[in-house]
């Protein structure tokens, strides 16, 4: 991760902005129904090794003097899907490990819970995303070394 | 199948405050199916050079293309290791989901 942000460094311009945006090391939560009247059923407990890792690496850079951290956001992201099965597929596309063994019981609750819902009722996964803005730093210590 | 993804553009609009995009070059690494090529280029950037090493997802990319975007968005199969550009030439770097 480090390498492909040294890479980074290089592409950019002096003073380039370098944006991260990806899931914030945290746990999703699945509710139903949408905006306000979204409610809560279930944690998801994904594995966060790679999460925390990629912290780790941003950390590393700005310590490396490649970038330097300029502003930081949090916020909730909704994925809003029709039907079970959507939501089944949904997290299929985790990679393999990343939910288990948790992904049957979470499953089997959100199921339990949409069978008392209104019909039309929407799965929602809520999970905050994290947008890092960094600025690239140019000096003789983080010139050499690409 | 039917998901929709931050219906509320809440990932949009924090990118739009994040950075001035207007007339800039910008380097998406993690473009996937260029759910958010399409939104940067929204925002006005000039020219967005948006990669992804999955060659199916990249192939959706270019397919949904629009029009009025193929003079500014180039989408290319690969990782940012082993992109061969020129050094200094991006504006703005957005790592799309990626790091």
């Known amino acids: 991760m480090v390498h492909a942000l040294r890479k980074l460094h290089r592409l950019l311009k002096p003073d380039g902005l370098l944006l991260d945006l990806r899931p914030a090391a945290k746990h999703r939560r699945i509710g139903l129904g949408e905006s306000r009247r979204w409610k809560s059923v279930a944690w998801m407990r994904e594995d966060l090794t790679d999460d925390r890792a990629a912290n780790r690496a941003l950390k590393r850079a700005a310590s490396l003097g490649l970038f330097q951290p300029e502003a930081k956001a949090e916020f909730d992201l909704d994925r809003v899907m029709d039907t079970l099965d959507d939501f089944r597929e949904w997290m299929s596309d985790f990679p393999s490990g990343k939910l288990a063994p948790e992904d049957d019981r979470l499953y089997r609750r959100v199921e339990r819970a949409l069978g008392t819902a209104r019909p039309g009722t929407r799965i929602v996964a809520r999970g905050p995303l994290s947008l890092s803005v960094l600025r690239k730093q140019v000096g003789e210590e983080n010139e050499g070394g690409h | ?99």
């Open chain 2, 1 to 99: 199948m039917a998901l929709v993804m931050d219906p509320a553009g809440d990932e949009i609009q924090a990118l739009k405050k994040a950075a001035s995009w207007r007339g800039r070059n910008v380097l998406e690494v993690g473009c996937g199916d260029g759910r958010l090529t399409l939104r940067l280029a929204g925002l006005g950037a000039l020219s967005i050079l948006a990669i992804d090493p999955d060659a199916a997802l990249v192939r959706e990319a270019r397919k949904t293309l629009p029009e009025r975007y193929r003079g500014r968005i180039r989408y290319q199969v690969g990782s940012v290791e082993r992109l061969r550009r020129r050094r200094d030439q991006f504006d703005i770097a957005v790592l799309s989901w990626s790091l």
